[in-house]
């Protein structure tokens, strides 16, 4: 026991703390899957399907088994017996189940399908090799879209179903009926969102290795979601888990597209078995434009009643989403149209509300999450319905909002499709975006531009971001798997150093820093003496994985109650040494010491030294270690609501129809923050994927449901001359219902750009005529036939008078 000073480390939650886990980043000393070199390792190819819809007659591999450097050559055949396809299915009445083949065996049912795979000695040979497998397809009728797919006519993508759709919903409350026979005025509007995807610098690659002397396996894989895919792998190999092992080393951006099981990654596991060696394969860019995970493609249909003075007092809508080809593990086809359903209303007091909700299949990539998952859409519906009122009433946009938005004083409030906001600052963010963001200086340059002939625009959009779902939210849903909780280990070792393992993974999010922050506050240590270790399943703890804004409020909910067990058995020892009471005691600067005498002390390092190698010190009953276990699921489960307001300031060229974002501010509340700096380049990356989507990303397929958008020739993302300075905000509204307060946030960002920058598009062209954008995104072909439909009004118009 030692005597010294009375400093006592500050707290660290809350703190702009820069990442630990920057240096090996910014030095190329990450390690990616592609990084991984094992011995005898070969490289894997796969065949896919040229045609969207084809019966498969025959797969000839002869010339490819024989050419040089191949070691084997799979066929869905060969998977017979050795494998099933994966099978994702609801629990909810309506469901239509589909199996995904890791190779298609008697179909094919999106261009871009695997039939094949060639493991050779490189990727080279084994693409030759992949050139030589001879297809026979006979090309079937090809569900376009969604109109194609719910035609009367339309022919069954899946012979054993009844329809095209894997599920339809329909959720009706309130008194919808008396809304809109007594609304003074009722607005009919049809939204699109187009269909896009996250496109992570990496792309998917995996790696399998297979040892049949022991029966293991180990995949190393670039996932969101280790545990799931080894339980995916297990469900599909029929291999019991303790056998699999699966490990995500470094990912290059997740973005929800890494947060599933993929075909290929059965395929590879097969192949190293089938070659006796460890089997790589990198996905390459067409890949993953063509067959990888698509998002966003949401149609809806809404009809809007309101009050002569802007209220909104009814809703009704009609969702499809086209959800592809098959369902995907472990989410199900049901979570766009499910996610669109329950969030459609937003930040607003909507109490009478109908949806009907239909998850359509075509002949298309199969639709996954991608950042937002549905609320993109969602928000791009609801909030241009309120510029929609606004124009109608003729009031304000923004006193609209205000007069519509959930009010401090209702919180929690329960909305019309019964989920439960929690806390929140709706109309505090967007009186804080107008300040803090410039409007009255953004009304004033809008005014000098079209002096100058310029056309600039101010937008604004508002919305609510279900974070951290757990039990009770996920049991409604009816997904296979109840993603609920998320487990944290943490450990002092003999040194007094804290290694904390965690069932989710940091891709980006920089977890290696916040959840060190948190248990640094428990256990009164310095961050340097905290290693945060995840993506490994033989390591950490099972969960689900990080996606979904939860791993703020799961994770770091999971690593602090841990580490306060940790913390109670280090002062229940120190109790003993120092002959005190524990309720006596704090931690601080590796030191436990007496609560108002700091200079009292006894160090932490020499606690875990005797922990382990002097057990007779410890009290009695208490055992030799300092580690701890804890998972934790936020109850009552129905997740966290953060919220946050979009302004943004556009200027568009009516001869190009090009449009450039010259302003930008976001107000975020995601409750108490672990750290601001960490925050801030979330919303500054999530906003950057938004303007993508706003403006210029687009899978585009032609009547054939062929992709024509398969390159960065055509598949357009922003740079960085079109992101422009990003200005962040914060407001704190803690919840009531988490460990700290804490929300999610990591998907915000990109959840409110599409709204806002449409709403600033029709703001830019008003001097031209009235127009209402109502697709995304953006494109020019798009803003230009909104020039020309405000020329065509305005000649109109001029000619009747």
Not at 216 to 226: G, S
């Amino acid at each position: 026991m030692t005597a010294t000073g009375n400093a006592v480390q500050p707290k660290l939650l809350g703190a702009r703390v820069k990442r630990t886990e920057d240096p090996r980043f910014l030095l190329g000393k990450a390690r990616y899957v592609d990084d991984i070199v094992l011995p005898r390792m070969l490289h894997a190819a796969f065949v896919r399907s040229p045609v969207a819809h084809a019966d498969v007659r025959d797969v000839r591999v002869t010339d490819a088994v024989a050419a040089g450097g191949v070691h084997a050559v799979l066929t869905g055949r060969d998977l017979e017996g050795a494998a099933r396809g994966i099978i994702c299915d609801s629990t909810m009445d309506t469901w239509q189940s589909t199996e995904f083949p890791a190779l298609a065996t008697d179909r094919v049912r999106f261009a871009g399908q695997t039939v094949a795979v060639v493991a050779a000695d490189d990727r080279y040979l084994a693409e030759d090799a992949c050139e030589l497998v001879d297809v026979d397809y006979a090309e079937l009728p090809v569900i376009s879209g969604i109109p194609a797919a719910i035609a009367e006519d339309a022919p069954l993508l899946h012979e054993t179903w009844t329809d095209n759709l894997f599920i339809k919903r329909h959720l009706r409350n309130g008194d919808v009926d008396g809304a809109f026979e007594s609304a003074d005025g009722v607005l009919r509007l049809k939204l699109v969102s187009n269909r896009h995807s996250g496109i992570p610098l990496e792309t998917r690659g995996c790696i399998a290795d297979y040892d049949v002397a022991e029966d293991t396996l180990v995949l190393y894989t670039a996932t969101q979601i280790p545990h799931l895919v080894r339980t995916g792998l297990a469900d599909v190999l029929g291999m019991p888990e303790n056998r699999i092992r699966v490990i995500a080393p470094d990912v290059g951006g997740g973005f929800g597209i890494k947060g599933h099981l993929f075909p290929e990654e059965i395929a590879v596991c097969l192949l190293a078995k089938r070659a006796g060696r460890p089997v790589k394969w990198i996905e390459d860019r067409v890949e993953h434009m063509l067959a990888s995970i698509h998002a966003r493609e949401h149609h809806h249909e809404l009809e809007v009643a309101h009050t002569a003075d802007g209220v909104v007092t009814g809703l009704r809508a009609v969702v499809h989403v086209d959800c592809g080809a098959y369902s995907v593990y472990p989410w199900t086809s049901t979570m766009d149209t499910g996610m669109a359903l329950g969030i459609l209303p937003g930040p607003y007091r909507i109490r009478n509300y109908e949806c009907r909700a239909y998850s359509v299949a075509t002949n298309k990539c199969p639709l996954g999450p991608y950042r937002g998952v549905s609320r993109p859409a969602a928000a791009f519906s609801i909030e241009r319905a309120m510029d929609a009122v606004a124009r109608a009433v003729g009031i304000d946009r923004v006193e609209v909002r205000r007069r519509n938005l959930v009010r401090p004083e209702e919180f929690p409030y329960e909305s019309v499709t019964g989920l439960v906001y929690d806390s929140g600052s709706f109309t505090e963010s967007l009186e804080k975006v107008l300040e803090d963001g410039g409007y009255e200086e953004l009304l004033r340059l809008q005014e000098e531009g079209r002096r100058e002939g310029r056309h600039l625009g101010i937008g604004l959009a508002c919305y609510t971001e279900q974070s951290a779902h757990a039990t009770s939210e996920f049991v409604k849903r009816g997904v296979p798997i109840i993603f609920g909780y998320d487990t944290a280990m943490v450990r002092m070792d003999p040194s007094g150093q804290v290694t904390v393992q965690l069932s989710t993974h940091s891709h980006g999010q920089g977890h290696e820093t916040t959840m060190a922050q948190m248990v640094a506050d428990q256990l009164g240590v310095p961050l340097d003496d905290i290693r945060v270790r995840f993506g490994d399943t033989a390591q950490t703890p099972y969960g689900h994985g990080t996606f979904a804004s939860r791993s703020a409020v799961l994770a770091g909910g999971a690593s602090e109650r841990a580490a306060g067990k940790v913390r109670e058995l280090l002062l229940t020892f120190a109790a003993e040494v120092m002959e005190a009471a524990p309720a006596d005691l704090d931690l601080g600067d590796r030191r436990v010491f007496v609560r108002g005498v700091p200079g009292q002390s006894v160090d932490v390092r020499d606690l875990a030294r005797w922990a382990y190698h002097r057990p007779e010190k410890l009290p009695e009953g208490m055992e030799p270690v300092l580690e701890a276990v804890s998972s934790y699921d936020a109850r009552p489960g129905h997740g966290t609501f953060a919220n946050a307001a979009h302004l943004c300031l556009v200027e568009v060229d009516p001869e190009t129809g090009g449009v450039r974002t010259l302003r930008y501010h976001v107000v975020e509340d995601c409750g108490r923050m672990i750290n601001p700096l960490i925050v801030d380049g979330q919303v500054h990356g999530g906003v950057a994927q938004g303007l993508g989507g706003a403006l210029m990303e687009e899978f585009v397929y032609d009547e054939q449901c062929q992709l024509q958008s398969v390159t960065f020739m055509d598949y357009l993302l922003p740079g960085a001359t079109d992101i422009p300075h990003i200005g962040v905000s914060h407001l704190e509204t803690p919840s009531p219902f988490t460990i700290q307060g804490i929300k999610g946030m990591g998907e915000g960002g990109a959840i409110a750009p599409g709204p806002a920058v449409a709403s600033a598009v029709d703001d830019a062209l008003r001097p031209i005529g009235s127009v209402f954008a109502d697709e995304l995104p953006l494109t020019p072909p798009r803003v230009r036939r909104l020039v020309e439909q405000a020329r065509a009004k305005q000649a109109g118009k001029g000619g009747g008078s």
